[in-house]
């Protein structure tokens, strides 16, 4: 069933016939995004591309960066992209963290739980 709703990014109105949560115009600006930031990555002459680089280029900000992640949108660029881990500081491919935190930092928490 199809509802009415305001598209989290541009807040026109929109047909909502999926879970999807923007408009049909939002959603393919944010899939030529995802296929430029793939390509930018995919191209890039160093061996590892940081996040916060990544982020700053395409001026976009890390929840949505993790959502569309999580949403499988990352997954050719996932090893090639780095993150500092926010408890021991090491530099980590975003495939091998857990959040905010890298797969050693993420286990050791939670053995401490």
């Known amino acids: 069933m199809a509802n009415v709703a305001n598209c989290k990014k541009c807040g026109a109105l929109f047909l909502q016939t999926s879970k ?3 408009c049909d115009k939002c959603f393919e600006e944010q899939n030529r995004i995802v296929n430029e930031m793939n390509s930018y990555v995919i191209n890039a002459p160093e061996d590892t591309v940081p996040l916060d680089k990544l982020l700053e280029k395409f ?3 890390i929840d949505e960066f993790e959502s569309l992640y999580v949403a499988g949108k990352f997954v050719k660029i996932s090893q090639k992209v780095t ?3 926010s408890k ?9 963290k857990t959040n905010l935190l890298c797969s050693s930092c993420a286990k050791k928490l939670q053995n401490e739980i």
Not at 88 to 96: D, E, L, S, T
């Open 20 to 22: 999807r949560d923007i």
């Open 59 to 61: 001026n976009m900000k």
């Open 83 to 85: 993150m500092k881990c």
């Open 88 to 96: 021991c500081g090491n530099i980590v491919p975003i495939a091998n």
